[in-house]
């Protein structure tokens, strides 16, 4: 018996809301609006009280994709 594979790990990429919402093509504020109802998670940066990042990878989670009638 071998060692068990450890899980693969996720790089985490930050970046600000503004960049957020130019990336998804969106505004700011809902991009704000997604982080308070808790759709969005946002980190603060220690010791910066307005510095906010969100990772690229839980922005890429809030796409939901729109089915096309085929099943996919």
């Not at 919402?21 to 505004?27: F, K, N, P, R, V």
């Not at 982080?35 to 009280?49: C, P």
């Amino acid at each position: 018996m071998g060692s068990p594979t450890p899980a693969p790990t996720v790089k985490r990429r930050y970046i600000s809301p503004e960049a957020a919402a130019e990336y998804l093509g969106i505004s700011t504020r809902t991009v704000r609006r997604l982080i308070s109802s808790g759709e969005l998670r946002a980190y603060r940066v220690r010791g910066g009280d307005r510095l906010v990042r969100v990772d690229l990878n839980d922005l890429d989670a809030v796409l939901d994709p729109i089915p096309n009638g085929r099943g996919a």
